[in-house]
């Protein structure tokens, strides 16, 4: 499974944007709890605009609970 996610931060004039993409072969729950905390202190805990992903129940389960 592919993971992005995407934040973007500032005004017009001052736009930043982060991204980061994982490659997840242990597609369970706790995977994905851990991989969007990483994400989130990389992105100095704010939380992403956007998570593009295929519709995995598990994904699904960790974005809810974050």
């Not at 851990?34 to 704010?46: D, G, H, I, N, Y």
């Not at 598990?58 to 809810?64: L, Q, R, Y």
Request: net charge positive.
């Amino acid at each position: 499974m592919v993971l992005y996610v995407h934040r973007l931060s500032g005004s017009i004039a001052t736009r930043r944007q982060q991204c980061g993409c994982a490659f997840i072969t242990n597609e369970k729950e706790e995977s994905f709890k851990w991989l969007l905390q990483t994400f989130k202190r990389a992105m100095c805990q704010q939380e992403p605009k956007s998570i593009f992903t295929d519709l995995d129940k598990a994904m699904s389960k960790a974005i809810e609970k974050k």
